[in-house]
């Protein structure tokens, strides 16, 4: 007799967690590479995740508008500064304009490269199916074919994805510009990995040419 799977949903600290890893990415992110004060743009996180918290303390047990759109609103925000980030990266290195050596500029990419995996991991999460707590009650269709559903005798009955489904499919799409075993079957899944991976390339690329140029 197959086995029935029993979650009820992912668990809330799954979010904060997330949140939390790119919040202190972005605390040994230099100053520099930010669009607005760091500081604020922080604590603007800290709040819109402790409103999170307070206001859906019973995670996603219940479809809840507000619970979705506060955790929209936080993770487009941290999206923006991390873009950004990017594109005043890439401006110092073009023009050399950064006081940072080789070695900061090195750091600071690599962590733009690492916020990315997180934020866009939050993004598939709160995207598919059109959010958790609506996967949960089976309201919408998927957007992303995990092998769990394509083929239903590797998991339990009633299997749905949880954060570290969509942890390692936003890894893999930055290390191999493409999902190691899962289907984007929508436009929105497309377009959010084709952005992803623009990041991620030319976040890398940057790196490897400051790399030989430092070489030279």
Known sequence: MKKIFRRTHDPIWHLQLGVAT????????AHSFFPANKVILIL??????LALTVL???????V???RRSIALTLIGIATAANIFSLII???ALITGS???DGENLFLNAMTIYTTNIFLFALWYWEMDGGGPDVRLQSLRREDFLFPQIIHKHIAPEN?????TDYLYLSATNVTNFASADTLPVTHRAKIMMLVQSLVSVFTVLLVISRAISLMQ
């Open 22 to 29: 790119i919040i202190g990415l972005q605390l040994i992110t």
């Open 89 to 91: 990266l890439i401006n």
């Open 44 to 49: 603007l996180e800290v709040v819109l995740l």
């Open 98 to 100: 950064s006081p940072l």
């Open 56 to 62: 859906t303390p019973d995670g996603y047990h219940r």
């Open 159 to 163: 299997w749905r994805p949880g954060f």
């Open 64 to 66: 809840s508008r507000i």
